[in-house]
């Protein structure tokens, strides 16, 4: 009854630490990192991550989810771009994505 008792208490204090612990908070981990601009052509774009090659939102900003991402939707599709040729082609898809904004302009 001893050791019954011992292993209920056990069990309960066990779960409670455990309960009482909070989740990791990642916060630092889903903020918008410019480098995913030049590694996989996303922007961020009203608080959302924009890819800008499909035009497609990502909701939660973390490496993981735009990894998955660019290698699902478009896998080796530029991959053979390095460096600065990367760089170039990011800014020209920012410019296409700014020349579609600027047509649609909110009027009164």
């Not at 990192?33 to 090659?53: A, M, P, R, V």
């Not at 939660?60 to 991402?69: D, G």
Request: proline share 1%; hydrophobic share 40%; aromatic share 14%.
């Amino acid at each position: 009854m001893f050791w019954y008792c011992w292993a209920v208490l056990f069990i309960v204090k066990t779960f409670l630490k455990i309960a009482g612990k909070k989740r990791k908070s990642d916060i630092d981990n889903r903020g918008f990192k410019d480098k995913w601009t030049k590694d996989y052509f996303f922007i961020e774009n009203n608080g959302k991550s924009l890819c800008l090659i499909c035009m497609d939102t990502i909701a939660v900003a973390k490496v993981n989810n735009i990894k998955q991402h660019h290698n699902s939707k478009h896998p080796l599709q530029f991959d053979f771009l390095q460096g600065e040729e990367r760089v170039k082609k990011a800014s020209e898809f920012k410019k296409k994505l700014s020349s579609q904004q600027s047509i649609f302009v909110k009027t009164d």
